[in-house]
Nanobody, 121 residues
Framework: QVQLVESGGGLVQPGGSLRLSCAAS????????MGWYRQAPGKQRELVAR???????NYADSVKGRFTISRDNAKNTVYLQMNSLKPEDTAVYYC???????????????WGQGTQVTVSS
């Protein structure tokens, strides 16, 4: 009984910026980690960025220095600030949450519906 609501995707020119947001709601007991994954046409889904409950982060090598993941614990929300966007960043971006809920008393991965990010002139 968890919902991950994403926003912020769209069309942007190369070199531009976007900020993705993902808000988790439902019968959440704890969130152990949240992150962003992406999947481009013909490619496997890959990790973009991840942040744990303690604040530790990790990024894909391809986005280091350009993307920043952050969180707002009070709102159960994770953000992905994307700068200096490149055409190869074009993909469907999925929000992920590793969390414990009232219905499952162990951590489970939950996924958002995905939001399209297109970088093109």
């Amino acid at each position: 009984q968890v919902q991950l609501v994403e926003s912020g995707g769209g069309l942007v020119q190369p070199g531009g910026s976007l900020r993705l947001s993902c808000a988790a709601s439902g019968s959440i007991v704890s969130i152990n980690a949240m992150g962003w994954y992406r999947q481009a046409p013909g490619k496997q889904r890959e990790l973009v960025a991840r942040i744990t409950s303690s604040g530790s982060t990790n990024y894909a090598d391809s986005v280091k220095g350009r993307f920043t993941i952050s969180r707002d614990n009070a709102k159960n929300t994770v953000y992905l600030q994307m700068n200096s966007l490149k055409p190869e960043d074009t993909a469907v971006y999925y929000c992920n949450g590793l969390m414990v809920t009232t219905t499952r008393h162990y951590q489970v991965n939950y996924w958002g519906q995905g939001t399209q990010v297109t970088v093109s002139s």
